[in-house]
């Protein structure tokens, strides 16, 4: 299975969002999110650059203080996050 090496990095790329984002455009891997906040938060991520399928994950809660682990899942179109709701969280990917 390929890992962070076969990208040529050693650690993921961070991205702090507060709101609906595209993160990354092409193929890439999602390590993690990090949720700093939340006000009844939740979040939906999709392997495209726009809000259209196909859903990666499933919408899912998520609570202030908690890393989300996603074993290095791979995309092929591109990693586009959304948050409902109030969420501030951090995105590792490679």
């Given at each position: 299975m390929p890992n962070a090496n076969?990208?040529?990095l050693l650690s993921?790329?961070?991205?702090?969002?507060?709101a609906t984002t595209l993160i990354k455009t092409g193929i890439g891997r999602l390590r993690g999110?990090?949720?700093a906040s939340t006000k009844s938060g939740a979040i939906e991520i999709l392997d495209n650059v726009e809000n259209a399928p196909p859903v990666m994950v499933r919408e899912f809660n998520v609570a202030a203080g908690h890393y989300y682990k996603?074993?290095?899942v791979a995309f092929g179109t591109g990693l586009y996050v959304i948050l409902k709701n109030t969420v501030?969280?951090?995105i590792y990917y490679f």
């Open positions: 076969d990208f040529g993921p790329t961070y991205t702090n969002i507060t999110i990090y949720v996603f074993g290095d501030d969280a951090t």
